[in-house]
Every structure is written in structure tokens, then in C-alpha cells.
T-cell receptor, first 111, second 114 residues
Framework: RKEVEQDPGPFNVPEGATVAFNCTYS??????FFWYRQDCRKEPKLLMS???SGNEDGRFTAQLNRASQYISLLIRDSKLSDSATYLC????????????FGAGTRLFVKA | ETGVTQSPTHLIKTRGQQVTLRCSSQ?????VSWYQQALGQGPQFIFQ???????GRGNFPPRFSGLQFPNYSSELNVNALELDDSALYLC?????????????FGPGTRLLVL
């Protein structure tokens, strides 16, 4: 079992749609959680940090469920510019700092 | 732009050779992490340096080694290159080594091993 697993994708959605990404992690001692966005042939960029209380930034909402070891990202009113790969990231300390990226879920938003 | 720079942008090596990749961290950041990203995969954590010391390491063999300098720039060295080492190598800097810090990535170095 992978330490961080994401929906395999790709997701193909029309503009205006709502899309949800899911991510599970295996290490219950994990401490910090993020969603990063990566455009084709570019570096990853932080989209949002994820907290147990949930957090929202415009059309984006992220949620963490520590009991189920599950992270989600919701994008409302999808735009063409949202087309990218979304990476789930889990950080912690296990004999030193460790960060694990999921394999990513590719999103295509079409007109 | 994040302010994190990497050099070179592209590199071609042959199997068995050695390579050194360089990263300059964003101003004010004392922590640098290195990643390997194969095509179609997420970045895989190689190691992290905090104030010139290795602060954590992923599942990479010892032929992957690194350094961090007093100005917090960093190098990744890979010895005895293998074909599977062909990938995008990313560095990321952060303000500190705490797990909750945002990482700011450089544009990466694309390495091809023939």
C-alpha cells in the first residue's frame, strides 16, 4: 500500500462543474497536509494548507479527517485555468523530516 | 516567481557518470529539500538540509548525497548514474524545517541518462 494515495484520474469536467479530489495517507503520526498544483512541465506550487477545521479560499475548499486519514479538495465553478495536476502532500517526522507527495490527479476543464 | 533557482536547466549524462545539481534558496529561507520526479509521478523526497545538516532522508541509496552551504544554497550529487535516474530534479526552500512550512519550488533540472 502506498503511503499517500490519490484518485488516479484523469478527471474531465465542463466549465462550471464542481470537482472533488480525494487522498488517503497511511501514517497516523503525520503532522501537516497540503494540496499543491502542478502545471504541465512546471514546478509544483502551493494551493492550500489543510486543517482539521477545514479551510476555504475562494472556489477551493480543503478538508482533513484525521480519524479516517483522509484529505479532500473541492473546486467549485471550475475554470479552464484550473486544468492542472493536483498533488496531495503529507509531512511528518519519522527519524527525521519526511514529506510524501501523492502521484497526483490530473484535471482537464473543457469549455 | 518563487525566487528559488536551479542550475543547470537540462543535462545529459551517460550511465556510470557523476552529476552535481545546484539550488539557490529563496532569500530568508534556511531549509532546502530535494526531490526526484519521474514522468507521470509525484515528486519523491530525496533529503532535506537545515542549517547545513541533513534533517531527513527518503528512500534513496547513498549514491545520492547533498550539501548545504552557509548561504543556504545546496547541491545534490548523484554518483554512478543509472538509466532510471533520468527525471526532473526539483529543489524547494522553506523558511524553516518545521513540517507545517510551505515549500517553494525551483523550476527543476531535467536529467537524461543515456
Amino acid at each position: 500500500r502506498k503511503e499517500v494515495e490519490q484518485d488516479p484520474g484523469p478527471f474531465n469536467v465542463p466549465e462550471g462543474a464542481t470537482v472533488a479530489f480525494n487522498c488517503t495517507y497511511s501514517n497516523s503520526a503525520s503532522q501537516s497536509f497540503f494540496w499543491y498544483r502542478q502545471d504541465c512541465r512546471k514546478e509544483p506550487k502551493l494551493l492550500m494548507s489543510v486543517y482539521s477545521s477545514g479551510n476555504e479560499d475562494g472556489r477551493f475548499t480543503a478538508q482533513l479527517n484525521r480519524a479516517s486519514q483522509y484529505i479532500s479538495l473541492l473546486i467549485r465553478d471550475s475554470k479552464l485555468s484550473d486544468s492542472a495536476t493536483y498533488l496531495c502532500v503529507v509531512n511528518g517526522y519519522t527519524g527525521g523530516f519526511k514529506t510524501i507527495f501523492g502521484a497526483g490527479t490530473r484535471l482537464f476543464v473543457k469549455a | 516567481e518563487t525566487g528559488v533557482t536551479q542550475s543547470p536547466t537540462h543535462l545529459i549524462k551517460t550511465r556510470g557518470q557523476q552529476v552535481t545539481l545546484r539550488c539557490s534558496s529563496q532569500s530568508g529561507h534556511n531549509t532546502v529539500s530535494w526531490y526526484q520526479q519521474a514522468l507521470g509521478q509525484g515528486p519523491q523526497f530525496i533529503f532535506q538540509y537545515y542549517r547545513e545538516e541533513e534533517n531527513g532522508r527518503g528512500n534513496f541509496p547513498p549514491r545520492f548525497s547533498g550539501l548545504q552551504f552557509p548561504n543556504y544554497s545546496s547541491e545534490l550529487n548523484v554518483n554512478a548514474l543509472e538509466l532510471d535516474d533520468s527525471a526532473l530534479y526539483l529543489c524547494a526552500s522553506s523558511f524553516s524545517a518545521t513540517s507545517g512550512e510551505t515549500q517553494y519550488f525551483g523550476p527543476g533540472t531535467r536529467l537524461l541518462v543515456l
